[in-house]
């Protein structure tokens, strides 16, 4: 099995959505939004594993319920499954607003 790892890779998803369920991460993503703010409107990948852990990313992200990604709706964050695998990708970009 592939071990899990925070990643940042810029690139735009397939035109395939998934929905989101809530979770919670922690502040270990403050980087990452630091850096996707600094290039507003461009999609990285910053997550491949677990669809569970994928997706407890994604709500995160998109609900702004970590204060790297506030104000809620400032980020968009979407899933795509790895073609031919079980490996789930967290795509993400900033869409606007300022941090809280």
């Known amino acids: 099995m592939k071990p899990q790892r925070k990643i940042l890779r810029w690139d735009e998803p397939p035109n395939t959505y998934v929905p989101v369920a809530r979770k919670q991460a922690g502040s270990q993503w ?24 994928a997706t407890g990313i994604a709500s995160v992200v998109n609900d702004g319920r970590t204060k790297c990604f506030t104000p809620a709706g400032s980020f968009r964050a979407t899933l795509r499954t790895v073609p031919g695998t079980k490996t789930v990708e967290v795509y993400a970009k900033h869409v606007g607003g300022e941090e809280t």
């Open 30 to 53: 403050d980087a990452v939004a630091a850096t996707l703010r600094a290039e507003p409107g461009r999609s990285a990948v910053i997550y491949e594993g677990s669809r569970s852990a």
